[in-house]
């Protein structure tokens, strides 16, 4: 009620006519003051979700989004989430200062959005960790956008203080991709841990959900009992069976199985000792083990290979070596994996010969 009129009143003179007005005045004025609030609350809202410092999304977006299912993906289609963190930033602030320490951040974050797509999410997560969405992405072209964002920040040229000392910035990058349906907040997780494998294998690398899935079996399996390699093999691959596909299961055992036995059958008529025999047999069974890292839709594809998917595919003999290393293997074995897909006739050969890949890494190549 804004005003009363007894009934004589409400007829005489303008009285009614300037009651009238004073209402609408008034509702006006209530709707400014409702509309200015409105606008108030939306900037708040909107300072409550951004990280001062970068202008990136803040933790507490990405929660909010996450809880109200906002992000952008298609349910039936694939979604990348990366986590990046900055190596070493404590050193940097100790050394240059917390100015050159935000300086990096900002500089960071800005390299971010400007490699992300529109529909991505980028956001600072916490101190120096960050962390992108990217929906419609495989895994292989989410390990090849890390890839990229790793040597661009590793390539940054920043400076610090009046005498301009270069400060030297790498990044550690957990990838873990799943189906649209499943993205959640498990999924930072997987990346989170994915990224800290990435900090354990040595910093400046990327690492992903399954790189972590075969760490934690074979750490598992290996603290267990002493067994030989072999043993720990098979044993890792049964415990991880659900995890993979035909083409991946057929790899690492059948066929890599065979060549174990050719490889055996090489160096027997080459006159290699008892020691380098066996080397060749474990590492023969072990040769592939670099594929449980490859989806098995990138190792059955009947068609050619994008560039993403052979970048990816390119890893799979230095991944394997460190992975058979984490089954306590012999390391001149783990070499051995390591160049079996090296060729004599590659960069650096002599005489049609390169004498940096191990002898047992060229019989396992032909095997």
Not at 134 to 146: D, I, L, N, Y
Not at 292 to 306: D, M, Q, Y
């Amino acid at each position: 009620c804004v005003d009363f009129l007894p009934k004589m009143d409400a007829f005489s003179g303008d009285a009614l006519w300037h009651s009238v007005g004073a209402a609408l005045q008034k509702r006006r004025e209530a709707q400014d003051d409702r509309r200015k609030l409105e606008r108030r609350m939306d900037q708040l809202a909107h300072l409550a979700d951004q990280d001062p410092l970068t202008g990136l999304s803040n933790r507490r977006c990405l929660d909010r989004l996450f809880k109200g299912r906002r992000i952008n993906s298609d349910r039936r289609g694939r979604v990348s989430v990366l986590m990046l963190d900055l190596d070493h930033f404590k050193d940097i602030n100790d050394r240059h200062g917390h100015d050159c320490g935000d300086r990096v951040l900002r500089t960071v974050a800005d390299m971010l959005r400007d490699c992300a797509r529109q529909k991505d999410t980028v956001c600072r997560y916490g101190g120096e960790e960050f962390v992108i969405i990217r929906p419609g992405t495989s895994h292989a072209e989410a390990v090849h956008f890390a890839e990229m964002l790793r040597e661009r920040i590793a390539q940054l040229e920043l400076r610090s203080g009046y005498q301009r000392v270069p400060v030297g910035v790498t990044v550690s990058i957990g990838v873990v991709n799943c189906a649209g349906s499943s993205l959640g907040p498990d999924m930072i997780s997987r990346s989170d841990a994915a990224m800290y494998l990435a900090k354990q294998r040595g910093r400046n690398r990327v690492g992903t959900w399954p790189m972590v899935l075969f760490h934690e079996t074979a750490d598992r399996v290996v603290s267990s009992s002493r067994r030989p390699v072999d043993e720990c093999l098979r044993e890792v691959l049964r415990l991880t069976r659900e995890h993979l596909g035909r083409t991946q299961w057929q790899h690492l055992t059948t066929h890599s199985q065979y060549v174990s036995e050719l490889a055996v059958r090489l160096g027997e008529a080459l006159g290699s000792d008892e020691g380098d025999l066996e080397r060749l047999r474990v590492a023969g069974l072990g040769h592939d083990l670099g594929k449980f890292l490859i989806p098995e839709e990138v190792l059955a594809k009947r068609g050619a290979l994008s560039e993403e998917e052979r970048a990816l595919l390119s890893r799979h003999a230095g991944d394997g070596a460190e992975m058979f290393l984490m089954l306590a293997a012999d390391p001149a074995a783990a070499d051995y994996i390591r160049s079996h897909h090296a060729r004599c006739d590659g960069p650096g050969a002599v005489d049609g010969r390169d004498h940096a890949i191990p002898r047992g890494a060229r019989i396992l190549g032909v095997a």
